[in-house]
């Protein structure tokens, strides 16, 4: 079957940087998203990887290993307004994205 | 601004009414919209395909009888959730695609629907 996996909750300071993983297993593979949603809002988009490498975008960056079926999302220099869930979610053979659970990150000061 | 607007963003209804949630694309004529559930705490889970003029494509285990969709223009796109129960309230998410697929999607705000 077809799954994702993200830690459900994390917890990083203020200022620091935090890395969330997320694995996935699809049927054929077109890409991987990353979204975050605050609480109560939609989501809205952050990065998309379909080669294996990393992204860099400001702050944020995404990085991609299809061998692995991983991928991880960096925060650096972690702000208040950061705390907010964060979707992983991959693409299978037929264009339908997979979502993860969503992985809480509470940023403290 | 916003791409995509919901309307109601929240609504509290009784058990057995309707409710109608209305999504419209602002920018883009959209011949495809695709309608969202999430539960507290869990994923979004794709509802259905609506699709502009002609009827909407459901997922597995979603009742097409009870949640009727209805796409006939190419900005406006209506989910009506009939004889709503409890276990019903959720948030309802619409999202517009800039290219047909779900590779690029423009998300709506989310309608949050609570059934006493």
């Known amino acids: 079957g077809q799954n994702i996996d993200q830690p459900t909750e994390m917890t990083a300071t203020e200022g620091a940087i935090v890395q969330i993983n997320c694995t996935y297993q699809t049927s054929g593979f077109n890409g991987l998203f990353w979204y975050q949603q605050h609480a109560g809002e939609a989501p809205t988009f952050l990065s998309y990887n379909v080669l294996d490498g990393l992204e860099e975008k400001g702050r944020f960056s995404s990085f991609l290993s299809r061998s692995k079926g991983y991928s991880y999302l960096l925060l650096k220099e972690l702000q208040m307004k950061d705390s907010a869930s964060y979707l992983c979610a991959a693409m299978d053979s037929n264009y339908q994205l997979i979502w993860g659970a969503g992985t809480k990150l509470i940023i403290k000061p | 601004g916003a791409v995509v607007s919901q309307h109601p963003s929240r609504v509290i209804c009784k058990s057995g009414t309707s409710v109608k949630i209305e999504c419209r694309s602002l920018?883009?004529?959209?011949?495809?919209m695709f309608w969202y559930r999430q539960f507290p705490k869990q994923s979004l889970m794709l509802m259905a395909t609506?699709?502009?003029?002609?009827?909407?494509?459901?997922e597995q285990g979603v009742e097409k009888d009870k949640f009727l969709i209805n796409h006939a223009s190419l900005t406006l796109s209506t989910l009506t959730v009939t004889s709503a129960h409890p276990e019903d309230s959720s948030f309802y998410i619409c999202s517009v695609p800039l290219a047909g697929g779900q590779e690029t999607q423009y998300f709506g705000p989310g309608t949050r629907l609570l059934v006493l």
């Open positions: 609506s699709n502009e003029g002609s009827k909407a494509t459901y």
């Open positions: 920018d883009f004529q959209a011949t495809t």
